[in-house]
């Protein structure tokens, strides 16, 4: 094995890598050049020991991986999401019929949320569950407001953002209705539920998150 290690590259080898072998005194010299700089606190026959003995390791560097740039997927800002009108419906999606398998859906959501409102149930118990739900789906109707045009408008919630609830009509209508100054009616089965609009001025993932404190009186 130390033959093989120690014999001369072949010329059409050393042609091949572009290398030149070198004499064995030449290779003898560099070498012990090359350990006494690599290891300059050992003696001459200190190094020659160790070679006899084991393997020495005379470099050794763990390769770098190039790290990427971690980006987080950036969002629409609130202009790009304006201009793209993300939450706008089309006027062709605006249909009544369309949203009724979501009134559906939503009917058995609340029913699960409230423990299928049998009676017996605790009131302020569900009057809590009710305040943190989510109300997409729901048939909402004005029963007060200090708008008259807006009493009696009923119709699915498709929307609801900070400051207004969003519905559709049976006459297939978009109706924008703010929540401040406006109480509005939920049947759920034989339970009917208001919402009074103005301590409602919350997106439904904040509400949902949030304590409310019970209050005597609300005014309109």
Same mark, same amino acid.
Request: aromatic share 8%; proline share 4%; with cysteine.
């Given at each position: 094995? &130390? ?17 030149? @072998?070198?004499?064995? @005194? ?12 690599? $290891? ?5 026959? %200190? ?14 560097? *763990?390769?770098? +991986? ?34 009724? !398998? ?20 605790? !009131? ?19 029963? *007060? ?10 119709? $699915?919630?498709?929307? &609801?953002?900070?400051?207004? =609830?969003?519905?559709?009509? +049976?006459? %297939?209508?978009?109706?924008? #209705?703010?929540? *401040?100054?406006?109480?509005? @009616?939920?049947? #759920?089965? %034989? =339970?009917?539920?208001? $919402?009074?609009?103005?301590?409602? &001025? ?8 949030? +304590? ?9």
């Amino acid at each position: 094995m &130390e033959k093989t290690v120690m014999s001369r590259i072949p010329p059409e080898d050393g042609k091949l890598l572009g290398i030149q @072998s070198q004499q064995n @005194s030449t290779a003898e010299q560099f070498t012990a050049a090359f350990l006494k700089n690599t $290891i300059p606190q050992l003696r001459a026959d %200190d190094i020659q020991d160790i070679l006899l003995r084991r393997a020495v390791v005379l470099q050794y560097a *763990r390769l770098k +991986k190039p790290r990427g740039k971690k980006t987080k997927a950036k969002g629409l800002n609130a202009k790009e999401r304006r201009e793209l009108k993300v939450f706008q419906l089309k006027p062709e999606h605006q249909k009544y019929e369309l949203f009724l !398998p979501l009134h559906e859906l939503w009917k058995q959501y609340i029913a699960d949320l409230c423990n299928g409102l049998r009676q017996g149930c605790n !009131p302020q118990m569900i009057q809590q569950r009710l305040l943190k739900a989510d109300f997409h789906g729901a048939i909402l109707t004005v029963v *007060r407001s200090k708008c008259p045009s807006y009493v009696g408008t009923t119709g $699915i919630l498709v929307q &609801e953002l900070k400051h207004v =609830f969003k519905f559709i009509t +049976k006459e %297939d209508r978009l109706k924008t #209705i703010p929540k *401040r100054n406006s109480v509005f @009616s939920v049947e #759920i089965g %034989d =339970f009917v539920t208001h $919402i009074y609009g103005s301590k409602f &001025e919350l997106r439904s993932s904040e509400r949902s998150a949030k +304590k409310f404190k019970v209050r005597g009186t609300i005014d309109l």
